[in-house]
């Protein structure tokens, strides 16, 4: 169920969606007795994606969340293993063309093969299914395995986990897959932002893991203060800041996480 209304609820809470789903019904009321409203509805439709998409609402969103973890800190020694969270292959397309399409969050799979020629002893997890509401065979991890390789990580150091459809599930099914041992260090390398979540649902499910935040949206602090001069340019940070707050709220709610925004 928890599923369910992130793939339907979720998705007409989005910035875009809402707003002009909003702009619609306001349209529609514009021939009905309530005119009046409708025209209301449309102004506040219009106003409401032109801050979200000029505006620095989106940083402003961004900058608790990508600033909750500092960079991972290569003194404290060699990891013995890194988990790669999925979200980087349009599973559909990879389905279409027969091989890995990278589509977002790139910056995940690049990083984890840069640590993984750095650290040539760690182990790979890469962990991701298919998020897409009515399933199909199609699986980020079967396609994550060829990209991998032809990035130069040998297969025997890869572990592949595919049934996983969102966060809470990275973290269930990467420590059944891993049975983490005592004293053993292992990354988790995912978008800064996705971070605060990724961590807080990790603890949860009884694996310690060493954030390694990448794939930043934010710059430096004066970013906080800049407009931006595409709108889907800031629709877009808007939309990936209040989904993870939105997840964040809902873990909570549910119990899935045991703080708002999970910290160091």
Known sequence: MFFFLSKTVGIIL?????????????????????ARLGRKLMIVSVALLAICGFSPLGYWLLYPLETRFPPWDARQGA????????????????ATHGGAVVRTTADRIIAAA???????????????????????DAREADYAAALFESLG?????????RRSRNTQENAEFSRAMVAPKSGERWLLVTSAFHMPRSVGLFRKAGFNVEPYPVDWRLGEGGDLLTFSPMANEGLARTEVALHEWLGLVAYRASGKIDELLPGP
């Open 153 to 161: 990580i040998a297969r025997a150091r890869l572990m592949m986990e």
């Open 14 to 34: 989005m910035p875009t969606n809402f707003l002009i789903g909003i702009g619609l019904v306001g349209a529609l009321l514009l021939a009905t007795r309530f």
């Open 79 to 94: 990891p013995d293993g890194i988990i790669v969270l999925g979200g980087s292959i349009d599973t559909d397309l990879s």
């Open 114 to 136: 840069a640590l993984a020629h750095q650290y040539p002893n760690a182990r790979i997890l890469f962990t991701g299914g298919s998020a897409n509401l009515i399933s199909d």
